[in-house]
C-alpha cells in the first residue's frame, strides 16, 4: 500500500490529483477536495507496475508557488488471526486465506492456531486487526488448546468457568490501535443478560470497528464471507461498511448462500470511516 500526498497547495487556489497506471485506460483514483490545502490517495501497488500522478488547478490558472507532491510506503501494523480444530469444525484454512488476503496488503500476520484464550487475551491490545473464528454464543467465543476448552467474554461474574478473560477487564481505550476486530462465530454480535456484547464492549475499549454475528451461521458460508470480505479489502480502497455491503452483494449475485444469517451482522456503527 503506497499514499500519494498532495500538499501546501497554494492559498486560493484549488488543484486535484489523479493517479494512474502506466499502460492503463483512465483514472484508477483521484482525490478532489472542495475546500482544503490538501488532496490524499491510498492504493495497492501491483508488483511490475509504473505508476504516475497528475496534479489538475480547477481554474485555468496556476499559481507560481510550489507544492509538495510525495509518495510513500504505508507501514502497517500486525494482525493476529485464531483458528481451531474442533472435533466437528476447523476454521484453519479461513485463518490461512485471510492472512494471505492481509498480507498481500502489507499487514505482518501470526497465525495462532488452537491457542487458549489468555493468549488472545494477551495480544489484543496490540496490532491492528484481531480475528478469531470459532464456536461462540452471545457474549463469548470458544477457544482450543490440548483439548481444553477456554472463553473470551465481554463480561462475566459468576462462578461457572474458571478458565476464562473477559474484556471488561480491560483498561480505558486499550483497545485504540485495533482497526478492526472481527468476532467470527454464532451470535458473537448479540447481546447475552449473563455475558454482556462482544461488540460493545470491544467498542467501548476503543476499537475503530468490530463485528460479529446476531445469528447462527454455517461454518462453510462463513469461509466465503470471510474470504470475499478480505479480498475486497485487498482490491478495494473502501471503507469497512462499503466493504460489508459490497461482501454481501458479490455472494448473493455470485452463488447460492444456504445460511443467510451470514449476511445479518452487527457492527455498532463503528465501520463507517476505517479502510483496513
Known amino acids: 500500500m503506497v499514499n500519494l500526498y498532495l500538499g501546501d497547495i497554494p492559498a486560493g487556489f484549488d488543484y486535484d490529483l489523479y493517479l494512474y497506471r502506466y499502460n492503463s485506460y483512465g483514472v484508477i483514483a483521484y482525490s478532489a477536495k472542495t475546500s482544503g490545502n490538501y488532496e490524499f490517495i491510498q492504493f495497492t501497488v501491483r508488483p511490475g507496475d509504473k505508476y504516475?500522478?497528475?496534479?489538475?488547478?480547477?481554474?485555468?490558472?496556476?499559481?507560481?508557488?510550489?507544492?509538495?507532491?510525495?509518495?510513500?510506503?504505508?507501514?502497517?501494523?500486525?494482525?493476529?488471526?485464531?483458528?481451531?480444530n474442533f472435533s466437528d469444525i476447523s476454521t484453519v484454512n479461513q485463518i490461512s486465506n485471510v492472512a494471505t488476503h492481509l498480507e498481500n496488503i502489507g499487514y505482518t500476520t501470526?497465525?495462532?492456531?488452537?491457542?487458549?484464550?489468555?493468549?488472545?487475551?494477551?495480544?489484543?491490545?496490540?496490532?491492528?486487526?484481531?480475528?478469531?473464528?470459532?464456536?461462540?454464543n452471545a457474549g463469548f467465543t470458544v477457544f482450543r488448546n490440548n483439548g481444553s476448552d477456554s472463553f473470551l467474554f465481554a463480561d462475566y461474574s459468576g462462578t461457572l468457568y474458571d478458565n476464562f478473560e473477559k474484556l471488561s477487564s480491560l483498561s480505558y481505550n486499550a483497545l485504540s490501535p485495533k482497526r478492526l476486530v472481527i468476532y467470527a462465530g454464532?451470535?458473537?454480535?448479540?447481546?447475552?443478560?449473563?455475558?454482556?456484547?462482544?461488540?460493545?464492549?470491544?467498542?467501548?475499549k476503543g476499537a475503530h470497528a468490530c463485528f460479529g454475528?446476531?445469528?447462527?451461521?454455517?461454518?462453510?458460508?462463513?469461509?466465503?464471507?470471510?474470504?470475499?470480505?478480505?479480498y475486497l479489502c485487498e482490491t478495494q480502497n473502501k471503507s469497512v461498511a462499503d466493504i460489508i455491503m459490497l461482501t454481501a452483494n458479490n455472494l448473493r449475485e455470485g452463488y447460492t448462500v444456504y445460511d443467510t444469517s451470514i449476511f445479518n451482522i452487527n457492527d455498532g456503527d463503528s465501520c463507517d470511516s476505517v479502510i483496513v
Open 52 to 84: 504516475y500522478a497528475k496534479v489538475v488547478s480547477k481554474s485555468s490558472t496556476v499559481s507560481s508557488a510550489y507544492y509538495q507532491l510525495r509518495f510513500k510506503k504505508y507501514e502497517y501494523g500486525g494482525a493476529n488471526l485464531y483458528g481451531f
Open 110 to 136: 501470526w497465525e495462532n492456531i488452537d491457542y487458549p484464550a489468555s493468549s488472545a487475551y494477551s495480544m489484543l491490545p496490540y496490532g491492528w486487526v484481531y480475528l478469531s473464528s470459532s464456536h461462540a
Open 186 to 204: 454464532c451470535y458473537t454480535g448479540a447481546t447475552s443478560d449473563s455475558y454482556g456484547n462482544l461488540v460493545e464492549m470491544t467498542l467501548s
Open 213 to 230: 454475528w446476531y445469528n447462527s451461521v454455517i461454518t462453510a458460508d462463513m469461509s466465503n464471507w470471510l474470504s470475499e470480505f478480505f
